[in-house]
């Protein structure tokens, strides 16, 4: 998975993601299908897994926030109102990480 993936949105620095609990059935790409991707130009390729505690290690929180049903969002991004150049690099660190550590899943 490419690091870009897990950075932040500029806005509310947080990265939107979908709890799993360790079901990866239909419900689970339709989930991708009707709330990821829906009114976008993307298709669903594939889903990067990782769990709660390795982007903890990284240094971010996973809350939940629903609804719709198990999203949950990345936050606790490293803020730099001074820098905005090294502020994107410790971003782009940090999703480095998280992407060296997730499992990639192809949709079928």
Known sequence: MKAAA???NPQDRT?????????????????????????????LHG????????????GLEALADEPPVNHAILCNWP??????GLEKA??????????SKSTITKRF
């Open 6 to 8: 897990f950075l932040p």
């Open 15 to 43: 990265t939107s993601v979908f709890r799993h609990n360790g079901f990866i059935g239909l419900a689970f790409w339709q989930v991708g299908i009707e709330v990821v991707v829906a009114d976008r130009p993307l298709t």
């Open 47 to 58: 889903a990067a897994f990782i769990t709660a505690a390795e982007v903890r290690s990284a």
């Open 79 to 84: 803020v730099n109102t001074f820098d905005a």
């Open 90 to 99: 410790s971003h782009l660190e940090i999703a480095n990480i998280i992407a």
